[in-house]
């Protein structure tokens, strides 16, 4: 959900709406009406509410036509994955900073971003909902500072360290600080809202400096991430999702329905303070959706608007036992991000192979997941494969994956990992346990923050190529990268293991000055 996104999205409309017509030979759209547009064009209803408040029916139709050549056409609703609106996820409150009675019938927990107007929006509709169900409210934080945001986490960072400050009641004092202040959240600002709040400065910058809080900060993206929320903002009311800057009615629906489940679970003995625990015991921890994307007769949340294109160029980091093929200390290092469900991720499987067997020496291929929430195969795919890894064969049952896409599921991992001469009892436990788990989802999370949201996205000396694209284009921007690194190496500057993260910054930098 971001406003700019769609600005874009109405001016490339345009544009292109009007250029298609005259290329085509016509004089214009004159007089044509949206009900005119192809059958699967993108739809006003598609868009944000009020996106094309004010336009003329002739407007209207040059903006969405450009939008759908631009994006292309929108999947029929029938064929579309739909989540199951009715869901009961599991968001953990752990150490995040909580306001209302710990014995409160109903936990709204919120994934949010300091500098998403949305989020900032939603502000008041939370206050309503303080006051017309007084002490039967908790409300918990879990932040989502989103890559395309940049004064986001260094927000995120002061609410911690205010919290780290001065419990719960800083944090929530910080919070409102900062939302009030909101799109202004530079460094001056955030410091104002420190002084004002009584906190230790010294501390507060150097918390700020050392990015003290971003692990914590990162726990709470890679679950929500995990749970489908990767934008902002997204709201889990004991467990039910309600994504986007949803109006009181819509909250007051579901928290109503909530509160009569709770009552009963009451009724049924059952203390007032372990009801969302017992509502966790059952829940889902990854998105469930409705068999055969039919949205059956369940009234859903408006979906949100797509996110921004993604940045041209990323820092991305990897582990040093992420899987990887090529010379360790490789000019050129291709990150990808990937699904083993994901057709398209299939398709770019051969051009990769190309890279490494024309470039043996010069490429390194890293893997880094980023199962996607609608693929129900992905996350149980991943598992088995980080279970392989862990007995040194991952890259051999990424093939059996991708060989066999069409059969994935549990049973045939097992089967796979018997032919690759795996420890039995040792995968299976590899392949259920959270800490594997854990990992996919830290993979996902950095995935979202550096504009991978979409598979496959792979990243060419962190310089960003999306989805299934010819082999070509790796080509053309690896010889690129190796020219780039023999005039760095005429300066002085080795291709060794600190080099990569030296090229990304630069080419990082370069994006930026673009």
């Not at 800057?245 to 372990?274: C, H, N, T, Y």
Request: one cysteine or more.
């Amino acid at each position: 959900m971001r406003h700019t996104s769609w600005i874009l999205a109405f001016i490339v409309g345009l544009v292109l709406g009007v250029a298609g017509d005259r290329m085509a030979g016509g004089a214009g759209p004159m007089g044509r009406k949206p009900a005119d547009l192809p059958p699967g064009s993108v739809r006003e209803a598609d868009l944000p509410a009020d996106t094309l408040a004010g336009l003329t029916d002739t407007q209207k139709y040059q903006v969405l036509k450009g939008v759908s050549a631009r994006f292309g056409a929108r999947q029929p609703q029938a064929q579309r994955p739909q989540e199951d609106p009715k869901a009961v996820y599991k968001v953990p409150i752990d150490d995040s900073p909580a306001k209302g009675p710990s014995d409160a019938l109903v936990t709204i927990v919120e994934s949010s971003d300091y500098e998403c107007p949305f989020c900032k929006r939603v502000g008041p509709t939370m206050k309503q909902i303080e006051e017309a169900y007084p002490g039967k409210v908790r409300f918990v934080f879990k932040h989502n500072p989103l890559a395309f945001h940049p004064k986001a986490l260094p927000a995120a960072l002061a609410s911690e360290e205010a919290r780290a400050q001065g419990g719960a009641a800083k944090f929530w004092a910080m919070h409102d600080k900062l939302f009030e202040a909101a799109p202004s959240l530079d460094r001056g600002s955030l410091e104002k809202a420190a002084q004002e709040l009584g906190l230790d400065m010294n501390a507060f910058r150097k918390a700020l400096d050392e990015k003290r809080h971003e692990a914590r900060i990162q726990r709470d993206q890679a679950l929500v991430t995990s749970l489908g929320a990767g934008g902002t903002p997204t709201f889990f009311v004991n467990g039910r999702k309600i994504a986007g800057a949803m109006p009181f009615e819509v909250f007051k629906a579901v928290l109503d329905e909530e509160l009569r489940k709770a009552e009963e679970l009451v009724k049924s003995g059952v203390p007032a303070r372990d009801v969302y625990a017992r509502i966790l015991d059952k829940a889902a921890a990854a998105p469930v959706m409705l068999p055969g994307g039919a949205a059956a007769d369940l009234a859903a949340p408006p979906r949100p608007p797509p996110p921004p294109p993604p940045p041209a160029a990323s820092k991305v980091g990897f582990r040093p036992d992420d899987p990887a093929r090529g010379a360790r200390n490789a000019t050129v290092t291709v990150v990808l991000f990937s699904d083993f469900q994901c057709p398209f991720c299939s398709r770019v499987e051969p051009s990769l192979a190309q890279l490494a067997k024309e470039y043996p020496k010069d490429v390194r291929i890293v893997w880094k997941h980023q199962p996607l929430p609608f693929h129900q195969q992905a996350m149980p795919a991943a598992a088995a494969a980080e279970a392989a890894r862990e007995q040194g064969k991952f890259w051999e049952m990424h093939e059996l994956m991708f060989q066999n896409q069409q059969a994935l599921g549990p049973p045939q991992y097992e089967q796979w990992a018997k032919q690759l001469g795996l420890d039995a009892r040792k995968f299976q436990a590899a392949a259920s346990s959270e800490k594997t788990r854990a990992r996919i989802q830290e993979d996902s999370a950095l995935g979202t923050r550096v504009g991978a949201s979409g598979t496959p996205t792979s990243f060419v000396n962190c310089r960003q190529l999306v989805g299934a694209v010819p082999y070509e284009n790796f080509k053309k921007m690896v010889e690129e990268e190796l020219a780039k690194a023999a005039e760095l190496q005429k300066s002085g500057v080795k291709v060794d293991a600190a080099f990569y993260d030296r090229i990304c910054e630069e080419n990082v930098k370069l994006a930026q000055r673009k």
